[in-house]
């Protein structure tokens, strides 16, 4: 269920406006504040208008402000809760994908190397990846500065050149906590045996561009021996999200059509399923079943239109040559035949997803 607004009041909200818009207090207190105001149902581009802060920003510095408040709580030492309150946002943000005790120790090392934001990011990944091993490599301990020399240990393994893999033993050296974790890394030094890494596969991401890739997930009745109230009494789906995700409750029937033009123009579609002999002009149709969109929210007659009107066995599909006198229950929009595809093994095929 989507988050409900929590309540603010305008003046306090014009308040909050006013100190980000000046910039009082420090970064950890605009994140708290931002996040403040898009929970009490502004977006981020009205905070943007009135505070400056683009939505990029009010991002960071939320999840930022998040992290700094959970290193805050397991124990970092004063001096690194002193930096970060002043700055270091985007190092922090960094950090946002590690467990409150490695936050920890990733910010103090953060502080102690006087790490950039691109080498938090790759500290950051290396701690994570670190934490998903079975067993602790031979010679490296369970803390985040033999995680991150591990890393550019096994990076220095696989390189050939040898000017690449000297920077990646000297980055090694330079966040190796253990004595075992130097020792192990200082033997490539003399040892230039070559292990190949092995890089993780692509993950199969696709992203959804056209219209018709987004489908519209619509009610559905069994058949055209319904009531008008229970055609009426048909509720639709509340999709949410980014994703449309759909909860439903209950025994209703549901399909998912593609995002096709009069799909998406529709105001209240309902889908029921017909035979041939419940269409008008189903001469020359297949025996077959078929799907019939209707729009409820159409029910202004149009000449070169179908509409669904109560009949003697319950809905009908009907075609007016004048405005008739009973009641238009909606349009028809679409009418699906089945899927006909030639090769249906084909497309379980493997295909090729983008990289």
């Known amino acids: 269920m989507p988050e409900q607004p929590s ?4 003046e306090n909200a014009t308040e909050i406006f006013r100190q980000l818009r000046q910039k009082e207090g420090n970064w950890v207190e605009w994140g708290k504040s931002c996040q403040q105001l898009q929970k009490a149902g502004y977006n981020t581009q009205t905070i943007f208008e009135k505070t400056g802060f683009e939505p990029v920003h009010q991002n960071q510095v939320i999840v930022a402000s998040q992290v700094y408040e959970t290193i805050a709580e397991t124990g970092v030492e004063d001096q690194v809760k002193e930096h970060f309150r002043n700055k270091g946002s985007d190092i922090l943000y960094e950090f946002r994908i590690l467990p ?3 936050r920890s120790q990733a910010a103090t090392l953060a502080v102690e190397k006087n790490l950039t934001q691109p080498e938090a990011h790759d500290i950051a990944k290396a701690i994570k990846e670190f934490s ?40 090694g050296l330079r966040f190796a906590y253990s004595n075992t974790a130097r020792e192990k890394i200082e033997s490539l030094l003399s040892d230039f045996t ?3 890494v092995t890089p993780a596969p692509n993950l199969p991401l696709y992203r959804l561009e056209q219209e018709e890739e ?14 008008v109230s229970q055609f009426e009494a048909v509720s ?5 999200g980014v994703f449309s995700i759909t909860e439903t409750s209950g025994k209703e029937q549901w399909v998912a059509l593609p995002g096709w033009q009069m799909i998406c123009a529709a105001s209240d579609p309902v889908a029921i399923v017909c035979e041939k002999e419940e269409l008008p002009k189903s001469d020359s149709l297949r025996n077959e079943s078929f799907l019939v969109v209707i729009d409820r929210a159409a ?19 009907r075609w007016f040559e004048q405005a008739p006198p009973q009641k238009l229950l909606g349009k028809v929009i679409l009418i699906l035949r089945p899927k006909r595809i030639i ?12 990289e």
């Open 132 to 171: 998903y091993l079975s067993s602790l490599p031979d010679g490296f301990t369970n803390g985040a500065g033999d995680a991150i020399a591990y890393h550019y240990w096994k990076l220095a393994r696989g390189k050939r050149d040898l000017q690449a893999r000297s920077r990646l033993i000297a980055q």
């Open 299 to 317: 029910t202004d007659w149009y000449l070169h239109s179908y509409f669904l009107v109560e009949a003697e066995e319950g809905l009908g599909i």
């Open 100 to 102: 409150p005790q490695e």
């Open 236 to 240: 639709q789906p509340q999709p949410q």
């Open 214 to 227: 987004l489908p519209r997930i619509l009610p559905v009745l069994p058949s055209l021996k319904t009531s």
């Open 343 to 354: 090769d249906e093994g084909a497309i379980a095929q493997s295909w090729q997803v983008e």
């Open 7 to 10: 309540p603010l009041s305008e």
């Open 194 to 196: 070559v292990v190949p």
